[in-house]
Every structure is written in C-alpha cells, then in structure tokens.
C-alpha cells in the first residue's frame, strides 16, 4: 500500500490556490515563496500568519485565538515561563558547544538517562530528529555489518538522505530503496482475539527479516516510532510490538525505538512510548517535544554499540548538546514531572476519547478514534462505505481551522484526524474541541 499523499503534502496549503488569496495573506504567501521555492510548506487553503502562542493557544496577525490540537513541538505547552527563563538564563551566561566541561549540560544528560532503561548508558545529543534518526541508522550499520531496515509503510524518521530512505511517506514515488522492506501498519482487524496483531506483526517483520538476509543486505535493524503516528496512531494493545522486538534481536539485528513524536509523556503511561510495549530498545531517538521550541534532538543508547561506531568515525556536533539546549531540555523534564503532565496526559486523553467515541455514535462520518494518552487519531470515512475520505477529511480539517482549531492528518490514506494538543491540554480544552469537531460534522459549510 502507497500512500494517496506524501505526508508534507497531507493538510498543505496548494501553491496553485494562491490567487484565491486577498491582503496581507497573499503578500506574505508570495514573499514565502519566493524565498523558499519549491521547499516551502504551509498549512491549510488559507495558510495564517501566527505571531504568539502561550500554553494551548496560537495567536494570528489579528489577534484571533486559536486552540492548538496539533503540535507537539511545545510539549509542556507554548511558552511555557519556566522553559522561556531557563533558556534566557542560559544564553545569558553562555552559549557554547561541547568540547568544555559544563555542568548544565553534564546534570541534563544524567537526568534524561536516568529515565530510560539502564543498558542505555550513553546520550549524544543533536540537533534534530532527523540527526538523531540519521546517527542511529548509522550506529545499527556499524553494529551488524548490515545495511538492511525494516519500517512501516507510511512510516516517517525525518529528512537526511539516509532517512528518507526509511520514510516511505516522504517518497513521492512510493519505492524504497532495496535495503529497505515495509510491513503493514498495525491496524487490528475485525475478529481479532488476544494476540492476533501481535502475532500477525512479528510474522511480517520475520518475513522481512528473511527477506533482507536471502538478498544479501542483511538486517541492521527495525525502527518504529512507537505510536505508529504517520500511519495513522495505532497505539493498542500494548505490548503488540514485543513479539516483532524479540524477533529482531534474536536475528541480531538493532531495534530503535523513534521517541520524537510519542517521547517526553505523550502516551501517558510512562515517558517513553516504549514501554507500553515492554520492550527495551536498544537505541532511543528524541526530537521535537525536548525542548520545548529550542531545537534538539537526542540518541540515547547502549555503550558498546557507540564504541564500535567511534572506533571508525570521529562524530561531533557543533550545536547539539550545546548549553542553552540542556538548559531548555532540564526545564521541561522539571516541569513534566512538577505539573503532572504524563498523569494529565493519560487522565485528559482518556476523556478526549471518550468524547469523541460519543460523538462518533452520532456522527457515521467518523470511524475508529485510536490512542494512547494525549495522542490521537480519528478516521474520517464515507457514510455509506465506510472507507477512508480523505477528501472529507480535508474538508474537516478546514472547517476546525475556521473555527480557530487547529488539526493535521495522517495515514496512508489521509484520512486520519492527528490529534496531538500541548501536555497541559485540559478537560476544557478536549470538550471545546470535541463540541468544534461536532459543529463542523453538522454544518460543514459553517
């Protein structure tokens, strides 16, 4: 299965719309484009001008409020006070790279490696999830000799040469390269008992496995990011990921468990996506949600896989690590645990989609809601058939943007309403929401 869209292409603004465009709109979609070109991406038919956000709200030109649902990049919530002063304190002091011993920055990695299981010793610290995807396909090919992955089939890692490759979702085309086999996302399906996706995942990740080793390529490893977000949230049962783990470290191969999206409490069981599953990877990578805002990025992992990798590259990274991110990064770890937000995060989620299962008794436009704490995703199907419309989805995702919500999409399809507010989204927030959703499902044209 190929995706109907490239994921930068789910939810985008249409370059070809433009002239549809009025007043400043307009003007600052042609500046954006001329500096940007064929690069540029924006949301929705009418993109917006943001110029402020504080907590779960965005704030336009206009001074129109917005509830953000969708990005995650502010875990703890937009601007947040403690993570603003503990980055303005730091860059006050000194903004330096990491070949100097400094305090805030060795404290930080101690604290974040204390999170994760203890075989994983080791933290270096990058700038984006992309880096961070991009050095730990690397360190699972120094590792096993091997060039093979294995991913899902709309799965998405980031944007480095080495991690499109792994990102079917980012391929125009739909081909992987040939060191690459995708296996289904794991949807259940009607009938299933206990243990059937488990069982019926392992078996295609086997399959692969044996598939990489008769071409020659060898297996060098799974990644997954743990909640399945790009192919469309698929979250439950936890522990359905191990039996596929197991199966790949029995083959020698290296699993990597992508945190950037479902890392830093999201899933609202634990920090870690992870360990819903009970596995224990044997690399983490972290991204977005760090810093809240400040970009970095991180890969965390076992000593010996690391040493092997240095024995043959000098690695270094200017920015990554450096001492405003640890600060950034200490900040929000503090105001995670301080204010509660995996415990909001499992409770608020958990009435989210309660909410939305109500509403989806009404409403046959809606199909399954999926997740895990405050990471969600909705299917938008045809009435009738029930199949995926994303075209329908399109239109929904506008309407909420009319009505000052803010959403994205996701799934091979599009389909799939991606529902992924700030930590410190509230039973408000999830009521206003839901009761935005409904409007748009009974007045579409509103």
């Given at each position: 299965m190929n995706p109907t869209k490239p994921i930068l292409a789910l939810n985008a603004f249409d370059a070809k719309e433009a002239e549809g465009l009025v007043g400043r709109t307009a003007e600052m979609v042609e500046r954006r484009r001329a500096t940007a070109g064929a690069s540029s991406v924006l949301f929705y038919r009418e993109p917006i001008e943001m110029v402020r956000a504080s907590g779960v709200f965005m704030y336009d030109r206009a001074g129109e409020r917005y509830l953000d649902v969708y990005n995650n990049v502010p875990s703890v919530g937009h601007c947040h006070p403690r993570v603003v002063e503990a980055i303005a304190r730091q860059a006050g002091e000194m903004a330096i790279h990491t070949r100097?011993?400094?305090?805030?920055?060795?404290?930080?990695?101690?604290?974040?490696?204390?999170?994760?299981?203890?075989?994983?010793?080791?933290?270096?610290?990058?700038?984006?999830?992309?880096?961070?995807?991009?050095?730990?396909?690397?360190?699972?090919?120094?590792?096993?000799?091997?060039?093979?992955?294995?991913?899902?089939?709309?799965?998405?890692?980031?944007?480095?040469?080495?991690?499109?490759?792994?990102?079917?979702?980012?391929?125009?085309?739909?081909?992987?390269?040939?060191?690459?086999?995708?296996?289904?996302?794991?949807?259940?399906?009607?009938?299933?008992?206990?243990?059937?996706?488990?069982?019926?995942?392992?078996?295609?990740?086997?399959?692969?496995?044996?598939?990489?080793?008769?071409?020659?390529?060898?297996?060098?490893?799974?990644?997954?990011?743990?909640?399945?977000?790009?192919?469309?949230?698929?979250?439950?049962?936890?522990?359905?990921?191990?039996?596929?783990?197991?199966?790949?470290?029995?083959?020698?191969?290296?699993?990597?468990?992508?945190?950037?999206?479902?890392?830093?409490?999201?899933?609202?069981?634990?920090?870690?996506?992870?360990?819903?599953?009970?596995?224990?990877?044997?690399?983490?990578?972290?991204?977005?949600?760090?810093?809240?805002?400040?970009?970095?990025?991180?890969?965390?992992?076992?000593?010996?896989?690391?040493?092997?990798?240095?024995?043959?590259?000098?690695y270094f990274n200017t920015f990554g690590g450096n001492t405003v991110a640890a600060a950034a990064g200490r900040a929000v770890l503090e105001v995670i645990a301080g204010e509660g937000l995996i415990e909001n995060a499992e409770a608020v989620g958990g009435y989210l989609r309660a909410g939305l299962r109500q509403l989806a008794g009404r409403r046959p436009e809606i199909g399954a809601v999926r997740g895990a704490g405050l990471f969600v995703g909705l299917d938008i199907v045809d009435p009738d058939t029930r199949a995926p419309d994303a075209r329908r989805a399109g239109a929904v995702i506008n309407g909420l943007r009319r009505r000052h919500v803010l959403v994205g999409a996701a799934g091979p399809f599009g389909h799939t309403l991606k529902i992924r507010p700030p930590l410190c989204f509230s039973r408000e927030h999830a009521e206003m929401f839901v009761a935005a959703l409904a409007d748009v499902l009974e007045r579409p044209a509103g």
């Open positions: 100097y011993l400094n305090d805030t920055v060795q404290g930080y990695s101690e604290a974040l490696l204390a999170t994760l299981p203890a075989s994983i010793g080791n933290l270096v610290m990058t700038c984006t999830g992309s880096e961070s995807n991009d050095l730990a396909l690397r360190l699972a090919m120094a590792t096993t000799g091997a060039r093979g992955f294995i991913v899902t089939e709309t799965a998405y890692h980031g944007n480095t040469s080495l991690v499109t490759e792994v990102s079917p979702s980012s391929l125009k085309g739909g081909a992987v390269p040939p060191h690459v086999r995708v296996v289904p996302m794991p949807a259940e399906r009607d009938g299933d008992g206990p243990g059937d996706l488990a069982a019926r995942f392992a078996g295609a990740v086997a399959k692969a496995i044996g598939e990489l080793q008769a071409s020659g390529h060898g297996l060098a490893g799974l990644i997954v990011d743990t909640i399945f977000s790009s192919d469309g949230v698929f979250a439950d049962p936890p522990g359905f990921l191990k039996p596929a783990v197991e199966a790949v470290q029995a083959a020698g191969g290296i699993f990597i468990a992508d945190e950037v999206q479902p890392g830093f409490g999201r899933t609202g069981a634990g920090l870690w996506g992870f360990a819903r599953h009970g596995v224990t990877p044997d690399i983490v990578t972290m991204g977005k949600p760090m810093g809240n805002g400040y970009p970095m990025g991180g890969v965390a992992t076992r000593a010996d896989l690391l040493e092997r990798f240095c024995e043959s590259v000098g």
